[in-house]
């Protein structure tokens, strides 16, 4: 199995919700990503797991709550967006080797996400 | 995108050679990468070359690196219309390869 999933593929939620995304994994990858994508840009680097310990948050405001529960599993908690959130957020899945190596990411397909 | 630099748009006949440039500033890179995003869809990885090779060929693709002018090519032979997608490349930098540096995409369209 090389296929990172992700539920829900979109989804609609106003400014007040909670809600929640995830990826699924069963390639025995210890390091788990969240990306956000704006349409037609590089996707940009929200949040790494690495052996299910976050290692590398580039600054995310605290409206989006990471956690990884198991070593094939990644949520992440949404809560009071705003508009200008509404993007794909896409999950990625690698081995852990050292840090000169070849790294390899697999993507998921993406959660749509709309803020209103 | 600012350290990766890539031209947005390249429009090719189908059948034709299709060549995507990007270019790099930081010498510490250790693999360049490219990924393609089909509309609608995540990233693949199509290919990557290590720092210290000038040249990878994958069937259809074939890498190009000048590490002089930091200079990536990705070249597809025979372009087809299933080819027609976003296009990025990437650097890793020594000390950190969990963190990637995109460029902003080059949208390849194919004309049958």
């Known amino acids: 199995d090389t296929e990172v999933t992700q539920t829900p593929k979109h989804l609609v939620m106003g400014m007040t919700n909670k809600k929640s995304l995830k990826c699924e994994q069963h390639?025995?990858?210890?390091?788990m990503y969240w990306y956000k994508q704006k349409a037609k840009k590089p996707p940009e680097l929200m949040f790494v797991?690495?052996?299910?310990?976050?290692?590398i948050n580039e600054s995310v405001p605290s409206r989006f709550s990471p956690e990884c529960p198991n070593s094939s599993l990644l949520n992440l908690h949404l809560h009071a967006l705003q508009p200008e959130d509404s993007a794909l957020y896409l999950c990625?899945?690698?081995?852990?080797?050292?840090?000169?190596?070849?790294?390899?990411?697999?993507f998921g397909p993406g959660t749509r996400l709309t803020v209103l | 995108g600012e350290d990766v630099e890539q031209s947005l748009f390249l429009s090719v006949r189908e059948g034709d050679s299709s060549v995507i440039n990007c270019t790099y500033t930081?010498?510490?890179?250790?693999?360049l990468y490219w990924y393609k995003q089909e509309p609608g869809a995540g990233l693949q990885l199509l290919t990557y070359?290590?720092?210290n090779m000038d040249m990878k060929q994958d069937q259809r693709l074939t890498v190009l690196l000048n590490k002089k002018d930091k200079h990536l090519s990705l070249r597809i032979a025979d372009t087809q219309t299933g080819d027609s997608a976003i296009y990025f490349c990437a650097e890793s930098r020594a000390g950190n390869n969990r963190k990637l540096i995109w460029g902003l995409g080059t949208s390849l369209a194919v004309n049958p």
């Open positions: 070359i290590f720092s």
């Open positions: 390639m025995g990858h210890r390091a």
């Open positions: 797991y690495s052996y299910e310990k976050l290692s």
């Open positions: 930081d010498s510490s890179s250790t693999y």
């Open positions: 990625a899945s690698s081995q852990v080797f050292r840090l000169a190596m070849f790294n390899e990411q697999f």
